[in-house]
């Protein structure tokens, strides 16, 4: 199986004020939330210990949920296993489905401490056919995805994690549903806690980005340089429309010779700007800039880039799979990633109409980070009462 590292309630009147931990870097808050002296009944946050070697979405899901919840005057720390004890703890959030959270869990549960679970997971079939290259690997893994939804109480260490949590924070009802279904997991354990964007992107303007890059409207990709989010893929939908494409990320290591067959595919209609921190005014203002903003990748959850862009002003082309359709409904355009010419045709469709105005007002309703804060400080809540 192949997973992702994936309703209006008036919580939009709660606004994030400034603050030490938002004004600062995330560099720095990373630095000093993992040093700090901590405080007994402090929020532990815990990633794998690999995740930040390569920090995406999921990762900035982490960092965004500890600022502001910090803001909320909730006393945050990032997990330490060599000094922080788990039983001082008022509560370890786990980011990501791992084998090392797994183990903490036990701990946790173990000595009295409430576990809270954000998985941002997606399990899909499709992706693992087309992206598994070897045929054996893939009968194997559609293999365990059929058993695993025929006998959903079959032992394993997911559905011991899902078992163990007091609380579930999945980002999407689709999110939700589908843990329920392959796990059998109580949906008494569940709260929706959707992804979140800044609220600054909404005052992204072009003009820096312009200022550096020329006025050439562009279609904009954000992201790892990587199978799974499909650049590939919309570079030859690009081509296909003899448009432009901006590309800001990274290859991690192991997707070199990948990163290669887009340059070299993209040739001279592809712009490679590299990757830019979270926190760099440039990725704003290249979200601004941006005529359409793409994604079209096996699956989101439902893509942080999207959002942001979406807040920004752009018009959206992104995957169907995943929780995208219950993020940003009528107000995108979906194109199947192993369908060039249905990405082409979707691309086509935003290129053509001005972006819409109430995309950017339906993602500032719904998901600005003050209100997802909000919606995980009220989880911690109910389980430690």
Request: hydrophobic share 45%; glycine share 8%; proline share 7%.
């Amino acid at each position: 199986m192949v997973e992702a590292p994936a309703d209006g309630d008036g919580l939009m009147a709660i606004m994030p004020r400034s603050s030490p931990g938002l004004e600062s870097s995330t560099s720095e808050w990373l630095r000093s939330r993992s040093a700090l002296p901590r405080r007994d009944g402090a929020i532990l946050l815990h990633a794998p210990s690999f995740a930040f070697q390569a920090p995406g979405g999921g990762e900035n899901q982490l960092v965004q949920t500890g600022r502001h919840l910090e803001d909320l005057g909730r006393p945050v720390a990032l997990f330490c296993p060599w000094t922080d004890r788990l039983d001082r703890a008022g509560v370890l959030h786990l980011f990501g489905m791992s084998r090392e959270g797994l183990e903490l869990a036990r701990r946790a549960r173990a000595r009295g401490t409430p576990v809270v679970l954000s998985p941002i997971c997606w399990f899909e079939p499709a992706a693992l056919w087309y992206l598994e290259g070897r045929l054996a690997a893939r009968l194997k893994g559609l293999a365990a995805w059929g058993v695993r939804r025929a006998l959903p109480s079959l032992p394993g260490w997911r559905r011991e994690l899902l078992t163990l949590c007091d609380r579930i924070l999945p980002n999407s009802q689709a999110e939700a549903r589908q843990l329920a279904r392959l796990f059998g997991v109580d949906r008494e354990k569940f709260t929706v806690v959707p992804n979140g964007v800044l609220e600054r992107f909404a005052r992204a303007t072009p003009d820096a980005f312009r200022e550096r890059h020329g006025d050439e409207d562009f279609i904009l990709f954000v992201g790892r340089i990587e199978p799974r989010k499909n650049p590939l893929g919309l570079i030859l939908a690009a081509r296909l429309l003899g448009v432009r494409v901006v590309v800001l990320g990274a290859a991690p290591a192991e997707h070199r010779a990948y990163l290669e067959r887009c340059r070299e595919a993209g040739g001279g209609l592809v712009r490679w700007l590299g990757s830019h921190d979270h926190d760099d005014p440039m990725l704003a203002s290249a979200y601004a800039a941006a005529r359409v903003f793409a994604l079209p990748s096996w699956f989101e959850t439902p893509g942080l880039a999207a959002l942001e862009a979406a807040l920004a002003g752009a018009s959206i082309t992104i995957t169907p799979y995943g929780s995208t359709r219950e993020y940003f409904g009528g107000h995108a355009s979906y194109a199947r990633p192993n369908r060039v010419e249905e990405i082409a045709a979707a691309l086509a469709d935003c290129w053509s109409r001005p972006a819409d105005p109430a995309l950017a007002a339906f993602v500032a309703s719904k998901y600005l980070w003050a209100r997802v804060a909000a919606r995980t400080a009220e989880a911690y809540d109910q389980v430690a009462s």
